[in-house]
């Protein structure tokens, strides 16, 4: 199994930056992909940005230039850096990891908990 531990979140004013991190422990062989997502009341998850094993990310239109995603892989650890916050980023905050471990070899997608990032005056 894989476990997942977010940290990061909380209320923010707009404009301000927050960093999300999210470390993945367990029985892992590799990491192919790790990713954030979000999903905001009334709405679905949505992608935010995604980090794979060589490094390559793509980003969510909406957070181009705002959000940088960056990865330890020492540590199996994502980080999201979130500038230039607005009150429509407001959502739980998702990540997952893409891995395969000593259990279940096939790559499977692992989720945690969920952190709550709140932009509001």
């Known amino acids: 199994q894989v476990q997942l531990v977010e940290s990061g979140g909380g209320l923010v004013q707009p404009g301000g930056s927050l960093r999300l991190s999210c470390a993945a422990s367990?029985?892992?062989?590799?990491?192919?992909?790790m990713a954030w997502y979000r999903q905001a009341p009334g709405k679905q998850r949505e992608l935010v940005a995604r980090?794979?094993?060589?490094?390559?990310?793509n980003y969510a239109d909406s957070v181009k230039g705002r959000f940088t995603i960056s990865r330890d892989n020492t540590k199996n650890t994502v980080f999201l850096q979130m500038n230039s916050l607005k009150p429509e980023d407001t959502a739980v905050y998702y990540c997952?990891?893409?891995?395969?471990?000593?259990?279940?070899?096939?790559?499977?997608?692992?989720w945690g908990q969920g952190t709550q990032v709140t932009v509001s005056s």
């Open positions: 367990g029985s892992i062989l590799s990491v192919s992909a």
């Open positions: 980090i794979i094993w060589n490094g390559n990310t």
């Open positions: 997952n990891v893409d891995a395969s471990t000593e259990v279940v070899i096939t790559t499977t997608r692992y």
